[in-house]
């Protein structure tokens, strides 16, 4: 148990489907973050958020949405989504967006994209 | 180069000490950091090292830092089965809001 709980954990989706994917922690961090895992290349940063604003964006395709409604939950909306996108969509959380504090996993959700 | 290194695999005997290594980019990191991701879960924060520190022990991990060439190890003493897993170092990076990872190493215990 990490204190951060990634729903849904396996998601088969179409193309032309719309989908989400949610994040909540429970450790009263601040800064909260999507990764995108694919087979053979290093974690990706995908969004950044502190206090419910978002502090970054890693050139990502505008078919993910990041939502924040509040310091304790994360949501990534998907549509149109590409065959490349299949992937582990991981979420983190940390005390706040200063990177020398360490982030702790959500345990990913797995995307296929058909 | 702009890459944090790992060799991408490990085998080891079950008992045997496992030492994975990373070379890291930017020698203003303040902490580099060890993650452990078994399968079908996610990144679980095992071990960090402040940059002012050559050594960190914790139970069976000892974590080694060489600042002047930019080298970390981890080292896993009495190696078990339940290790088996993909090993991630990351460094905070100057200049970036979130940490940078390596590509992972496989470590691979056999009986």
């Known amino acids: 148990e990490t204190g951060v709980t990634q729903t849904p954990r396996h998601l088969v989706m179409g193309m032309t489907n719309k989908k989400s994917l949610k994040c909540e922690q429970h450790?009263?961090?601040?800064?909260m973050y999507w990764y995108k895992q694919s087979a053979k290349k290093p974690l990706e940063l995908m969004f950044v958020?502190?206090?419910?604003?978002?502090?970054e964006n890693n050139s990502v395709p505008s078919r993910f949405s990041p939502e924040c409604p509040n310091s304790s939950h994360l949501f990534l909306h998907l549509h149109t989504l590409q065959p490349e996108d299949s992937a582990l969509y991981l979420c983190?959380?940390?005390?706040?967006?200063?990177?020398?504090?360490?982030?702790?996993f959500g345990d990913g959700t797995r995307l296929s994209i058909l | 180069g702009e890459d944090v290194e790992q060799s991408l695999f490990l085998s080891v005997r079950e008992g045997d000490s496992s030492v994975i290594n990373c070379t890291y980019t930017?020698?203003?990191?303040?902490?580099l950091y060890w993650y452990k991701q078994e399968p079908g879960a996610g990144l679980q924060l095992l071990t960090y090292?402040?940059?002012?520190?050559d050594m960190k022990q914790d139970q069976r991990l000892t974590v080694l830092l060489n600042k002047k060439d930019k080298h970390l190890s981890l080292r896993i003493a009495d190696t078990q089965t339940g290790d088996s897993a993909i090993y991630f170092c990351?460094?905070?990076?100057?200049?970036?809001?979130?940490?940078?990872f390596g590509s992972g190493t496989r470590l691979q215990v056999q009986p």
């Open positions: 450790l009263g961090h601040n800064a």
């Open positions: 958020y502190s206090l419910e604003e978002r502090v």
């Open positions: 983190a959380s940390s005390q706040d967006w200063r990177n020398d504090q360490p982030q702790h």
């Open positions: 990351a460094e905070n990076r100057t200049g970036r809001r979130a940490l940078t």
């Open positions: 930017d020698s203003s990191s303040t902490y």
């Open positions: 090292i402040f940059s002012n520190m």
